[in-house]
């Protein structure tokens, strides 16, 4: 077990770190600073919600956060250990074991079931397929779709499937879960599912939970809520003070 397992913090409880990072991308001869500056912790059980204008950067930087994306500059450290410093292949480790990912667009396997589709981050760290399939079994049964493992994504409805891709994000038990606009595409009652979903495994595991959303009702129950402003995290006004979160 390495230095970013579940469990692990760094400093005051510090989970995830960004310090001073930029991130910058090549427009033929312009170069665009999408992200300029930011700096942010995050700590165990800490749940954390980012707002911003449509293309500020809010998704490039849950990448960067997750090792998806490298920065330009800065360090991100994930449990102490800087994320920078590490090779592709360490990296790929450190986001199938450690961090728990759910998009917008759930990205699911269209030729495998719910159940096949949730198991898949546990077979890139090699764990036992029979055991992990159990686990998958009883994270959708947790969610309430217990009658859909065997289906395959064209046959679950919209929320069905993000609840799917939920599991998928939580079946490795990760110190943090990052989440894009997750409830972008679903209506009002199955996205009040699927965020007390998310957030009811968060305060049980203690994890933490950096969301991206650009729902108002959402962002507010976070324990704190940044903008993303001019490729820098500022802390948001209490909601007397704004009146939306676009």
């Not at 500059?73 to 102490?80: A, H, I, M």
């Not at 546990?122 to 036992?128: K, S």
């Amino acid at each position: 077990m390495n230095d970013t397992a579940a469990g692990t913090t760094g400093p005051s409880g510090v989970v995830l770190e960004a310090q001073h990072v930029a991130k910058d991308y090549h427009d033929g001869t312009r170069i665009l600073h999408v992200l300029r500056d930011v700096s942010i912790q995050v700590r165990r059980g800490e749940i954390v919600s980012i707002v911003g204008a449509s293309g500020v950067g809010k998704s490039t930087l849950l990448h960067v956060l997750g090792a998806i994306d490298r920065p330009t500059r800065g360090s991100v450290t994930l449990g102490g250990r800087d994320l920078t410093a590490l090779s592709d292949r360490e990296l790929a480790r450190v986001r199938a074991e450690s961090i728990g990912f759910i998009f917008q667009f759930h990205h699911l396997l269209a030729e495998f079931s719910a159940q096949e589709n949730v198991v898949v981050p546990a077979l890139i760290l090699g764990r036992d397929l029979h055991q992990q399939m159990v686990v998958a079994s009883d994270l959708l049964t947790s969610l309430g779709l217990g009658d859909r493992l065997t289906h395959r994504p064209a046959k679950l409805s919209g929320g069905e499937q993000q609840r799917v891709a939920l599991a998928r994000a939580l079946i490795n038990n990760p110190d943090v879960i990052l989440a894009d606009e997750p409830t972008g595409n679903l209506d009002t009652e199955t996205a009040e599912t699927v965020i007390s979903l998310l957030w009811q495994h968060t305060r049980d595991k203690h994890r933490s939970l950096v969301i991206v959303t650009h729902e108002p009702s959402i962002a507010r129950r976070a324990d704190r809520c940044l903008r993303l402003r001019e490729g820098r995290l500022v802390p948001e006004p209490a909601p007397a003070e704004t009146e939306d979160f676009a």
